[in-house]
């Protein structure tokens, strides 16, 4: 349990600093630190805040953690702007050392109905791999493609539970479900 608290307390951080931009010479995980503790008044942006039928995205906005124990993790932060931020992180134990996969993803959100619509505008895929023939440091690259994904979403009634469900035509995770706890309003 040790280690999972450590592996949401980084990717949260690195939430926190996605699409914020880094100053230039800052140190970045101080420049993510800093980001993680500024704090705005929660005002929606009008794109995400209400769909027709009454659905209110201001409920998502915050920071939010997988909830499942396993070798994966996600977190998204939701801003009241409209724009997001998501990191996806996947490990495994090796006789060598720990393989991480880490995929980051930022971009807008809007609500249509009971659906929420996530359009991508950039994104990055980190690997560190222990075994490879050029040493076991990370190598980052740009994301080629970017889909447009949506999701079914609930909160539950205190707002600090929300559950998406993969709905994006064509999606091999369509249909999947993945529970997130609140971690920060």
Do not use: N
């Not at 980001?35 to 009008?46: K, L």
């Not at 980190?126 to 079914?152: F, N």
């Amino acid at each position: 349990m040790r280690g999972r608290v450590a592996v949401v307390g980084a990717l949260l951080m690195v939430v926190a600093g996605c699409a914020g931009g880094e100053r230039e010479g800052a140190d970045p995980v101080a420049t993510r630190s800093e980001a993680a503790v500024e704090t705005t008044e929660p005002t929606v942006a009008a794109s995400a805040s209400a769909s027709s039928d009454g659905t209110d995205a201001a409920g998502l906005v915050g920071l939010w953690a997988s909830t499942d124990e396993g070798s994966a993790e996600i977190a998204y932060r939701f801003d009241p702007d409209g724009t997001f931020a998501r990191v996806g992180l996947l490990w495994q134990e090796r006789p060598s050392g720990i393989w991480k996969f880490q995929e980051t993803t930022s971009g807008t959100f809007r609500v249509e109905g009971g659906t929420l619509v996530l359009e991508p505008t950039a994104g990055d895929t980190t690997i560190e791999d222990p075994d490879s023939p050029d040493g076991p440091a990370p190598v980052t690259r740009p994301r080629q493609v970017l889909t447009v994904e949506t999701h079914s979403w609930e909160l539950d009634d205190d707002g600090s539970v929300l559950l998406l469900t993969e709905t994006t035509a064509g999606s091999e995770l369509s249909g999947e479900a993945i529970v997130f706890d609140r971690q920060q309003s």
